[in-house]
């Protein structure tokens, strides 16, 4: 079992790794959720892939994590 | 419309921003993943701002940050991190970088940062207030007069000298004169730093921001 610094330096890192992640899929989501009909359905599945992929990313860190 | 490029070496988010920042209507015109390929991308595009992340895999982004306004004096420099290290904000002010930006934020705090430093105001982290405020900096004598710590909040703000001066009714050139005195007498290198350092001792703050728990 790792003892306290170990396990807080572990943490740290992964809160800031999750970090670059949670911007793109926020972003992409906001720009879909915002959107007024001015996005092509070629941008739309292109945004919603860009939030599946970050949400993915972000999966596979916590796993990596556990 | 403003000319960007993005420096950050994690890939999905290099690409996603260059998307992104240009839906707000910025003018992304290149995105690079380290120092030298960020160098040789500004040499060429000739950005008015760039947004550059601190940590790159050949070197700091904040040593880029000199070497860029070596070069470049005026190009706009905001700092984009996750690092809420107070010891890397000074590092990164006295760089002379223009703003300094949390990765913790949303992608509109983001932009509306970039639009304030592409104004030609500057921006520091709300976050950041707390982090710089400490017991040894609060216990500091205030040093700043009443229009000085007026004039270092709106600017805190993001408002540029000609909108403060609009704002306080008088001259640019006043205003102006008053930030080189509170550079002078914060001992500050620039006046982002000179902002860094009021809050740091207490001498403005700034409003919560929705959200910020």
């Known amino acids: ?66 | 419309m403003t000319k960007l490029v993005v420096i950050d070496d994690h890939e999905a988010l290099r690409s996603g921003l260059e998307v992104l920042l240009s839906q707000a209507g910025l003018d992304v015109v290149g995105a690079a993943g380290n120092v030298a390929a960020g160098l040789d991308l500004i040499d060429h595009a000739e950005p008015d701002l760039a947004l550059v992340d601190i940590r790159l895999p050949d070197g700091s982004g904040i040593d880029l940050t000199r070497q860029l306004l070596q070069r470049h004096p005026g190009l706009a420099v905001v700092l984009y991190t996750g690092d809420a290290d107070a010891e890397l904000l000074y590092e990164g002010l006295d760089s002379g970088a223009r703003g300094y930006v949390l990765k913790a934020g949303s992608m509109d705090e983001l932009l509306s940062a970039i639009k304030q430093v592409a104004d030609g105001g500057s921006y520091v982290d709300p976050r950041l207030d707390r982090i710089l405020l400490s017991p040894r900096a609060t216990s500091h004598v205030p040093q700043l007069s009443p229009r000085e710590r007026e004039i270092m909040h709106l600017m805190a703000e993001g408002h540029t000298a000609e909108q403060i001066g609009e704002k306080i009714t008088v001259s640019v050139e006043t205003v102006r004169t008053h930030v080189r005195n509170v550079i002078r007498k914060l001992q500050a290198r620039n006046r982002v730093h000179a902002i860094a350092i009021a809050l740091e001792r207490g001498e403005i703050q700034l409003e919560a921001q929705p959200g910020d728990a």
Request: proline residues 5%.
């Open chain 1, 1 to 66: 079992m790792p003892d306290a610094p170990d396990a807080d330096a572990r943490l740290a890192k992964l809160v800031h790794d999750l970090r670059s992640p949670l911007t793109v899929a926020e972003g992409f989501a906001q720009l879909l959720a915002r959107d007024e009909g001015t996005l092509t359905a070629e941008q739309r599945t292109e945004f919603a892939s860009r939030v599946a992929s970050a949400m993915a990313d972000m999966r596979a860190l916590l796993d990596a994590a556990r």
